[in-house]
């Protein structure tokens, strides 16, 4: 076994996941006014205090994230386009030899920078409708911000069910790295050959 996933890592990485499930459940119950929802939450007004509350700790969680992912996800290289070109193995029924790998996969790469921008989007734009800041056209920047908001919830709200499929059912033995922070060497040789090379595995 070799280590994938540092302690911080893993908290970090359930932390922006239970924020998101607990803004994503309370954003809709607020969208489409769901009473039911909201009496769960202890009414709407409590439910108001737990998501923007929930937004911070989302938004904190998400800077600590960059130490971790920003540096190798802006790093793409030739094998990383040539990942693209076949769809990381994902697009054809046969097995297919996708170019060797670093600590993230091409995809992997992609889905953070989108995670990362839709997610400053929505912290900034709820921050705004949240406190309303003090200007003269205070209404143009919250009806401005509930766009944000609304658009980068509705691309997250896609881009998080793709990785939670990616990450289980589409490629067994990667949820046990946010668990165990450990894959077997073999595993992440055949993934993350490259990673695996740099570490002198």
Not at 48 to 56: L, M, S, Y
Not at 75 to 93: H, I, R, V
Not at 153 to 174: E, K
Not at 182 to 190: E, H, N, Q, Y
Request: glycine content about 8%; aromatic content about 16%; cysteine-free.
């Amino acid at each position: 076994m070799v280590k994938k996933a540092n302690s911080f890592e893993i908290f970090n990485h359930w932390l922006l996941a239970v924020s998101f499930f607990i803004l994503t459940i309370s954003g809709y119950a607020f969208l489409f006014h769901l009473e039911q929802v909201g009496s769960v939450f202890g009414g709407f007004n409590l439910m108001k205090d737990i998501h923007n509350w929930a937004g911070v700790v989302f938004g904190v969680s998400l800077v600590f994230s960059i130490f971790n992912y920003l540096p190798v996800s802006l790093k793409f290289t030739s094998d990383d386009f040539a990942w693209f070109m076949k769809g990381g193995g994902y697009l054809s029924k046969r097995s297919v030899t996708v170019p060797p790998q670093d600590e993230l996969n091409a995809g992997q790469k992609l889905y953070y920078l989108v995670v990362l921008l839709t997610g400053i989007g929505i912290s900034v734009s709820g921050i705004v409708i949240w406190l309303r800041p003090v200007a003269q056209n205070v209404n143009t920047w919250v009806l401005f911000s509930h766009l944000v908001h609304n658009i980068t919830f509705d691309v997250m709200v896609v881009a998080i069910p793709v990785h939670i499929y990616l990450a289980t059912l589409a490629n067994p033995g990667t949820f046990r790295i946010m668990v165990y922070g450990t894959v077997p060497l073999s595993w992440a040789k055949k993934r993350h050959a490259k990673w695996v090379q740099r570490m002198g595995f």
